[in-house]
């Protein structure tokens, strides 16, 4: 039993997006004083050889991280790190502060180990963001930006936001990732078709002067040939455009097989329910392309981390799993990760990207 098993029941009694900002504070607070930060580094960082992963031009201290989301405004990024993440992605970031959805747009789904979120990219905007990351000084671990458009933005702007996000942010972060899936934003076009793709990805490699790495987020939800044939054409799009990276997966729509109380809310499905399409869309991509994958979707375990990346992950993200399992998952997953290793008799983690999929 962790001290997260006994504070759980307290956090669930608050409203998800209060229970998110007390967390918040919770770590500022403790991770402001350099003596504690060592404590908690000393308890929660596994440094391990095995775990060592060199991606996106990085080299990741373990392959398991923070997923866009959680840390929207950069506030909290180190203080992850300190807990034992591998890398941390801040964001969605767009250009400006904006609201997103009126609350409540955040809900529990207790009994599918899940959530449902309608935030629509809600944060204080790029320049806000890059205040932070001036003065974070060195992060001992990759960190990545998120970026986005704003939400009233039409195909025109949004290519205009992306670009002032890139600019804004550029000097900051290890790589960048371009999300064009999220499922509650209110665009009226498809953000993610390859002909939209191949404008965004062109407008930002012109101002890339520095040849930053940068990723695509794409969604799990395939259902059709037509989608299917898309996401291929997404992936060729990506490697003309020397993207190095594809995320696999933002939140997914399919509410199905939900069974908590607010399971027909609106708004994108993440945790347990999307762990199988995540794979699945992580297997397919290998299976598609030579750029590493990072998997996200139903991670909350050494097992469950460890199959996104024997399914073809080269990295793995967490959101929901870190609500649900606490502070301390990440050093149970690397923890366990390790010891999953020793016993199929791998000497790394790099060794095990892919050795599930059905190609090989
Ligand atoms: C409350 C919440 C907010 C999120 N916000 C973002 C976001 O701003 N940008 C983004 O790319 N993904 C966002 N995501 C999606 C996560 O990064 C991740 O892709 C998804 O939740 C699946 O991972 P999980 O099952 O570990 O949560 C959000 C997810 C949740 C639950």
């Not at 930060?37 to 398991?64: A, D, G, V, W």
């Not at 320049?127 to 990545?144: H, K, L, Q, Y």
């Not at 073809?312 to 959101?319: E, F, M, R």
Request: proline fraction near 6%; glycine fraction near 8%; charged fraction near 25%.
């Amino acid at each position: 039993m962790t001290l997260y098993d006994i504070v759980r029941p307290v956090f669930f009694k608050l409203p998800p997006e209060v229970a998110h900002s007390c967390g918040k504070n919770i770590l500022k607070v403790g991770c402001s004083s350099e003596i504690i930060r060592e404590r908690i580094r000393s308890y929660y960082q596994l440094n391990h050889p095995s775990l060592k992963m060199k991606c996106l031009e990085s080299e990741f201290p373990n392959p398991i991280g923070i997923a866009a989301g959680f840390d929207k405004n950069g506030e909290i990024t180190k203080s992850l790190i300190d807990l034992g993440f591998g890398f941390s992605e801040i964001g969605t970031v767009t250009p400006d502060a904006q609201e997103g959805e009126s609350k409540p747009r955040l809900f529990r789904l207790p009994e599918d180990e899940g959530m449902i979120n309608r935030l629509a990219f809600n944060g204080e905007g790029a320049n806000r963001v890059r205040d932070r990351m001036e003065s974070m000084g060195n992060v001992a671990a990759p960190i990545s930006v998120n970026i986005g458009k704003m939400n009233q933005s039409g195909p025109e702007d949004a290519i205009k936001d992306y670009v002032k996000v890139f600019e804004t942010l550029y000097e900051f972060p290890d790589y960048f990732v371009i999300n064009v899936s999220c499922p509650n934003t209110p665009e009226v076009y498809d953000e993610s078709s390859p002909e939209r793709l191949s404008e965004v990805f062109g407008a930002l490699q012109e101002k890339n002067k520095h040849n930053k790495p940068i990723a695509v987020k794409v969604g799990p939800d395939y259902d059709s040939k037509e989608k299917l044939a898309n996401l291929s054409k997404a992936i060729e799009v990506a490697e003309d455009h020397d993207i190095k990276a594809i995320v696999a997966t933002n939140t997914t729509t399919d509410h199905s097989q939900l069974k908590s109380k607010h399971g027909q809310e609106w708004g994108g499905v993440s945790g347990r329910p999307l762990e199988q399409k995540a794979t699945d869309t992580v297997e397919c991509i290998y299976g598609l392309t030579d750029l590493p994958v990072i998997g996200v979707g139903g991670v909350d375990s050494a097992e469950s981390a460890y199959k996104k990346i024997r399914h073809g992950a080269s990295l793995v993200q967490i959101y929901t799993g870190f609500v649900y399992k606490g502070p301390s998952l990440a050093r149970q997953i690397t923890t366990g990760l390790v010891e999953l290793l020793e016993r199929d008799g791998h000497a790394s983690i790099e060794e095990v990207v892919g050795i599930d999929c059905k190609e090989l």
